[in-house]
């Protein structure tokens, strides 16, 4: 590791733990050593990144059974791959080829049907769109995996009840920005992942779906019981009943459920990898997870180079909407374009996205600190707790921070406030 950033030599990494750290990371090594180290069939990795140099770059664990997990090793991040997508809608706006403002029918035409014809490009990647739910896009979940299909039903579909209102999109997301950048590119979301993210950055950290053969990513399947709770008759039953409950509950299973969507995420090869599902089916590494937010924290600019403008950035760090969100229990998520602040210590002035069972990606531009943080585990007992990982991580991370020189005091002690 380049200790440019560092005030100090490497911390001494505790046994199974591979990578390297700067030494004021110590607290956080072990940390991350202890709830990660020991989980069967599991593993984890962690990246910060200060002004582009690698501070941390730390890994844990085994996956497939006996394979150790490497700086290669990359996860489904669930909706942590939200943020990447909108990366992708940044990268075209910055090109002029769309206005945040400009209705999507503008550029894609067949949105407009049914009643869409007003519905803006900030307000899809804000979630206030009105087409959160996946009822009647599908009737088996063999027709989610068909993203094609899904996008032309999305443009043809009419917008509920909750148009305008702060709804998370959990899975349509994806669909949205694909259909829409499609529209204006001629090309699918898991092309553009590469052209506007991974190739321009020099990440090979990031992709769509299934890592190409000529990629150097070990992937690493679920582990865990995942979600076979939702398994068989019952499941399906407990599905369909919560569809009809009222607020944030029925939002939520609306958003999220449909009977069978345990079977997608089965196995080493799991078939939710075929698709592009540009709101839940990204397989990063914590390394590519920074390095992209990296280009977030310090304006637009990596390694000398310039990706995206700095009006461009100013745009994306502005929060859009501070209502409560009413598909994820009215939590005020804070909603930037295509990523969310948390109003909580260290999370305020940030940016990013958090995906289920915890894998996230996060950039705090006043520092010009990325973080990237991946795992396997999906497992229901756990969730709650894999979930909260930023919640402990991003304060540990700042709290590390305060000891390298690189970073001014003042401004330490003011984020930390």
């Known amino acids: 590791m380049s200790n440019v950033a560092s005030s100090g030599d490497p911390v001494s990494l505790p046994s199974g733990v591979g990578g390297s750290a700067a030494a004021e990371f110590g607290p956080l090594v072990r940390a991350f050593a202890r709830a990660y180290g020991r989980r069967k069939g599991a593993g984890a990795a962690l990246a910060v990144h200060l002004h582009g140099e690698p501070l941390v770059d730390i890994w844990t664990g085994r996956h497939s059974g006996s394979k150790p997990w490497t700086e290669q090793t990359g996860s489904i991040v669930f909706s942590a791959t939200k943020g990447i997508t909108a990366t992708v809608i940044h990268r075209l706006a910055d090109r002029g080829l769309l206005d945040y403002d400009a209705p999507v029918a503008e550029y894609w035409p067949e949105f407009g049907a ?6 803006t490009v900030a307000e899809v990647m804000t979630h206030r769109a009105g087409l959160s739910g996946l009822a009647g896009l599908g009737g088996e979940i063999t027709e989610l995996l068909d993203h094609r299909l899904m996008e032309e039903r999305l443009a043809a579909a009419a917008p509920d009840r909750l148009l305008g209102v702060p709804t998370y999109h959990a899975i349509t997301y ?7 950048a499609r529209a204006i590119t001629g090309r699918g979301m898991a092309e ?4 506007e993210v991974s190739e321009p950055l020099g990440i090979d950290g990031i992709h769509l779906g299934t890592p190409p053969p000529d990629s150097g990513i070990d992937f690493a399947p679920l582990a865990g019981n995942q979600l076979r709770i939702l398994a068989g008759p019952v499941g399906a039953y407990l599905i369909g009943r919560t569809f009809g409950f009222p607020g944030a509950p029925g939002a939520a299973a609306r958003a999220l459920l449909m009977p069978g969507m345990d079977a997608i995420l089965e196995g080493h090869a799991p078939p939710i990898l075929a698709t592009e599902l540009g709101a839940g089916n990204g397989v990063c590494t914590a390394r590519g997870l920074a390095a992209m937010y990296g280009a977030l924290a310090n304006g637009g600019v990596v390694d000398g180079r310039r990706y995206l403008s700095g009006r461009t950035v100013a745009e994306l760090r502005r929060i859009r909407s501070y209502r409560l969100d009413h598909a994820l229990f009215y939590f005020p998520m804070l909603w930037h374009l295509g990523y969310h602040s948390m109003p909580m210590p260290y999370a305020h002035e940030g940016l990013g996205h958090i995906g289920l069972a915890g894998s996230f990606g996060w950039a705090e531009p006043r520092l010009g600190l990325s ?5 396997n585990r999906m497992s229901v007992p756990q969730m709650s707790v894999d979930q909260m990982a930023a919640f402990w991580l991003l304060p540990l991370v700042m709290s590390c921070l305060r000891g390298t020189r690189r970073v001014a005091p003042e401004i330490v002690t003011k984020a930390a406030a």
Request: no cysteine; net charge positive.
């Open 174 to 180: 994806g669909w949205l920005l694909a259909g829409l």
């Open 371 to 375: 973080v990237g943080f991946v795992h």
């Open 192 to 195: 553009l992942f590469r052209t």
């Open 114 to 119: 049914n009643g869409k014809a007003a519905i």
